[in-house]
């Protein structure tokens, strides 16, 4: 590897802060940098090495942090970028690693690339974004495709501004970014250039896979509603391409990148996480969430023990001796871990059984909202 050498994340865990629900640190009802602050003592006595902090950049919250309008800064409800400062400071005195959440599959609609983008075909933020033309039929506009978004309807809105569709693969607030777009990319090398010279440690990148769409965008499979257009957005013909360019500027600072890839299955992984020149260090693959469904506040088929046991094997022999683990029961996609797969009369029983079953696997803990000091010694023993 090439540049500052990497910090050796396999003997680490992570603490994930969802900031909002974390600690209210000035008594206006919201957690926020502040709170954090006053609590790094205590999160460094839960026996974790480093913390991943969810979106805490400005948003107007269609998605809780994930639109973002401006990479660069703070959300006011969380503070500034001086208490920011402050929390890496201190959390790098107490020897923790502080990771962001990198999201660049789409930004916010209220982004200034997005505000600029909508004004026409003629401006500099014009191709940031994937714009099409409308079909015509019956003298009625169509998108340019059947793709169904992954939260809610189709995957085109229609701008009367620039009166084009733009796609959405998540929210209609949610635009996706046009990653084909060399300037788009330059953008992104960027981002990760201004939070690394901050002092961070490393990026949680937010759906990464997705960003390399098929360049026909061509019409997806009937009659399977918000995965239709999956194969056409997922693993996409640039993006190893793509995650190459962002890899020599993590490489540049030693940083580690944590990439989220849904419905990756390990073969595909392992294009990703293996060698010297592997684009990712670990993956978050969603198999460990299927034990009971995904989207559990849609549907809800029940804790299969068999389903979550083979998904821990699939990925603990695939990537073994080739590359690294992410362990993880639950983030702030789910609801809390106990109530899913344990008891929550016997909470402390549950956890402690929940816990063991993952934390003694090969990999990197990722915790939300638990405990680790109890049984950490014996992992790495």
């Not at 050796?8 to 709170?35: A, H, K, P, T, V």
């Not at 979106?55 to 994930?66: E, H, Q, T, V």
């Not at 989207?295 to 073994?320: D, N, P």
């Not at 915790?367 to 010694?377: E, N």
Request: charged share 25%; glycine share 8%; hydrophobic share 35%.
């Amino acid at each position: 590897m090439t540049g500052v050498k990497q910090y050796d994340f396999r003997s680490m865990s992570f603490y994930q802060i969802w900031i909002r629900s974390f600690c209210d640190g000035n008594g206006d009802g919201i957690g926020d940098l502040y709170g954090v602050y006053d609590k790094l003592e205590y999160i460094k006595t839960l026996g974790v090495d480093g913390i991943w902090f969810s979106p805490i950049y400005p948003s107007p919250n269609a998605d809780y942090g994930y639109d973002i309008s401006d990479y660069r800064n703070i959300h006011p409800d969380y503070g500034d970028l001086a208490q920011f400062k402050k929390v890496l400071q201190k959390a790098h005195g107490l020897g923790l690693k502080v990771i962001l959440d990198l999201v660049i599959n789409h930004t916010s609609d209220e982004h200034p690339w997005f505000l600029e983008s909508r004004k026409g075909k003629d401006n500099p933020y014009s191709d940031y974004y994937i714009w099409r033309d409308p079909k015509w039929k019956r003298r009625a506009k169509r998108p340019p495709n059947n793709w169904f978004s992954q939260f809610e309807g189709l995957a085109w809105e229609y701008d009367d501004l620039r009166e084009q569709y733009y796609l959405h693969v998540f929210a209609k607030k949610q635009p996706d970014l046009n990653m084909d777009n060399p300037k788009v990319r330059e953008e992104v090398k960027g981002i990760m250039r201004f939070w690394l010279d901050m002092g961070v440690d490393g990026f949680r990148e937010d759906v990464i896979t997705y960003i390399s769409k098929h360049p026909q965008l061509p019409d997806g499979i009937p009659f399977l509603p918000a995965i239709n257009g999956l194969p056409f957005y997922k693993d996409g013909p640039n993006l190893l391409t793509y995650l190459k360019e962002f890899r020599e500027v993590a490489r540049e600072y030693g940083a580690i990148q944590i990439g989220e890839a849904p419905m990756t299955p390990v073969k595909t992984a392992l294009r990703y996480l293996t060698g010297e020149d592997r684009v990712l260090d670990m993956m978050i693959q969603f198999d460990t969430m299927m034990a009971d469904c995904f989207l559990t506040e849609f549907v809800h088929h029940g804790f299969w023990l068999a389903k979550l046991k083979r998904a821990f094997s699939r990925w603990q022999y695939a990537l073994a001796g080739k590359a690294w683990n992410a362990l993880y029961l639950e983030n702030h996609d789910h609801p809390r871990v106990i109530s899913r797969y344990g008891s929550e009369k016997y909470w402390r029983e549950s956890g402690t059984m929940l816990a063991a079953c993952y934390l003694f696997q090969q990999g990197t803990p990722f915790i939300s909202r638990g405990r680790l000091s109890s049984i950490r010694g014996r992992r790495l023993a």
